[in-house]
């Protein structure tokens, strides 16, 4: 992830939490994640990839699932 970003044109509220993105000598300068998301700090960073991976669950592996009997 990347802590600073020069872009003054990107989402101008958190992905996560909506709050507005913090400015730092004049510079918008959020969160970065990886997906291309902007947030206000990594933890709504943090919080916002727990929050997808409890909507849809565990990674899909393609393999055999124990729970599916046959």
Known sequence: MSVCT???DAATSCAFCA???PIVN??????????G???CNE????DAEEARFQK???AISGG??????K
């Open 19 to 21: 709050r507005p993105l």
């Open 37 to 39: 998301l902007f947030f």
């Open 43 to 46: 933890f709504c960073a943090d």
């Open 56 to 58: 849809h669950g565990k």
């Open 26 to 35: 004049g510079q918008l300068q959020p969160w970065r994640a990886a997906n």
């Open 6 to 8: 020069l872009h003054t």
């Open 64 to 69: 055999h699932d124990p729970r599916v009997a």
